[in-house]
């Protein structure tokens, strides 16, 4: 069974373009999850989704930042107009019923 | 529990000794704790996890303590070996499907 799948892993992008994050969580999994984390810090919620909805997006920022996780297909999370302040590990979890939750491996964005 | 948003407290011990990481939670209605390490560039690996109903839960060399009185959480690695080297974070939850919540994480380093 693979485990959750991000890519890409690694993304740079200029200040003012847009980037894509794509998770496909374990099979069998239903719930997703994204994260973030800065560099010494501690990982912070995002957003929770369901297949075609939106549970909690309580931690992500109000402009620029949206998620989406459609019947067919991965789950995105999108950014639009990075800014320097949006480089970080943006991490992708799955669980099939809310409780054990299993990590990918991450996608690192650099902004320049 | 809480991230503190600076650099990581650190523990450092000889390969062989048993290591004990701590970690403090707010949440006084959270009922599921997990253990998470994270090596370097990797995503956070799932260690070991307890419900509220329980205080203290063992694994392979690994052993969870869990205080509800105080919201304290401990995790304990017997005959730390240098592959235990990491950052590990503790993550608790009220009620299956929200979020985790994560503490500032411990960075361990195991000396040979």
């Known amino acids: 069974n693979a485990g959750v799948m991000q890519n890409p892993r690694h993304l740079v992008r200029r200040r003012g373009q847009e980037a894509r994050l794509r998770c496909s969580p374990m099979?069998?999994?239903?719930?997703v999850y994204w994260y973030r984390q800065l560099p010494e810090e501690g990982l912070k919620f995002m957003v929770y989704?369901?297949?075609?909805?939106?549970?909690?997006e309580s931690g992500m920022p109000k402009e620029r930042f949206s998620a989406e996780f459609p019947k067919e297909g991965p789950s995105i999370l999108r950014i639009q107009q990075v800014v320097r302040g949006d480089s970080a590990a943006y991490f992708c979890?799955?669980?099939?019923?809310?409780?054990?939750?299993?990590f990918g491996e991450g996608s690192w964005l650099t902004v320049v | 529990g809480e991230s503190v948003g600076l650099h990581l407290p650190t523990l450092s011990v000889q390969e062989g000794d048993n290591s004990i990481i701590n970690c403090a939670y707010s949440?006084?209605?959270?009922?599921?704790f997990i253990w998470y390490k994270q090596e370097s560039g990797k995503g956070p690996q799932f260690i070991i996890d307890?419900?509220?109903?329980?205080d203290k839960r063992q694994g392979q060399r690994v052993t969870v303590l869990l205080n509800k009185t105080v919201k304290h959480l401990s995790l304990q690695i017997a005959a730390t070996q240098p592959g235990d080297s990491a950052v590990y974070f503790c993550?608790?939850?009220?009620?299956?499907?929200?979020?985790?919540?994560f503490g500032g994480g411990t960075r361990l380093m195991v000396k040979p």
């Open positions: 979890a799955s669980s099939p019923s809310g409780n054990t939750i299993y």
């Open positions: 099979k069998g999994h239903s719930h």
């Open positions: 989704l369901q297949k075609e909805n939106i549970i909690d």
């Open positions: 949440n006084s209605a959270s009922d599921y």
């Open positions: 307890i419900r509220s109903n329980m």
């Open positions: 993550a608790d939850q009220h009620d299956a499907g929200n979020m985790l919540t």
